[in-house]
């Protein structure tokens, strides 16, 4: 029983651009600390960005200025916006929802940027 459910996942060219949703069950969601982080092959798995409850946002280095994090809580939905993909964002994509001592995760969904 996940109470998050990833996706907008795919295969996209550099440059492009992908959205990808979260979305959340049996959460009181609108108190939750929402993260997206990613996966690339062979490597741990890693923040890429994350909103609070109070709509304040971090981002990785790597993807500030491409990326963009926000949340509907109207309809527990938390999404990724990811502009000028580049071929080094290749992993796959976990949404994370975090309060306190609780912590959820989705499932995943894989991004591939190639040409």
């Known amino acids: 029983q996940v109470p998050l459910v990833e996706s907008g996942g795919g295969l996209v060219q550099p440059g492009g651009s992908l959205r990808l949703s979260c979305a959340a069950s049996?959460?009181?969601?609108?108190?939750?600390?929402m993260g997206w982080y990613r996966q690339p092959p062979g490597k741990q798995r890693e923040l890429v960005a994350r909103i609070s409850n109070g709509d304040n946002t971090i981002y990785a280095d790597s993807v500030k200025g491409r990326f963009t994090i926000s949340r509907d809580n109207a309809k527990n939905t938390v999404y990724l916006q990811m502009d000028s993909l580049k071929f080094e964002d290749t992993a796959v994509y976990y949404c994370?929802?975090?309060?306190?001592?609780?912590?959820?995760w989705g499932q995943g969904t894989q991004v591939t940027v190639s040409s």
């Open positions: 994370n929802a975090a309060r306190s001592s609780n912590e959820y």
């Open positions: 049996r959460l009181l969601f609108s108190i939750y600390t």
